[in-house]
């Protein structure tokens, strides 16, 4: 994650939930689906602030991407 002066840093997860999982369900309408993507909220703490994000896991690709509410 990039920290305030834009440098990449590495946080240790300090605790986090499963969002969604990959397997099947049913869109609206009845429609089937498979779902290959992994969603968890996680805290981190950054200079001694808790902060929350989101992982994400592409299970075709093996990629995880990262996505945080930035300060207001």
Same mark, same amino acid.
Request: net charge neutral; glycine share 6%.
């Given at each position: ?14 605790a986090? *939930? ?5 397997? /099947?369900y ?6 089937? +689906?498979?779902?290959?993507? #992994?969603?968890?909220?996680? *805290? ?5 602030? /808790? ?7 592409? +299970?075709?690709?093996?990629? #995880?991407?990262?996505?945080? *509410?930035?300060?207001?």
């Amino acid at each position: 994650m990039k920290d305030d002066d834009g440098e990449m840093q590495v946080f240790m997860i300090k605790a986090y *939930k499963e969002i969604a999982h990959p397997g /099947e369900y049913v869109l609206p309408g009845g429609m089937p +689906a498979v779902s290959h993507m #992994w969603q968890f909220e996680c *805290k981190i703490h950054v200079l001694n602030v /808790e902060r929350r994000i989101r992982l994400f896991f592409n +299970a075709y690709t093996n990629v #995880w991407k990262m996505s945080f *509410k930035e300060k207001e």
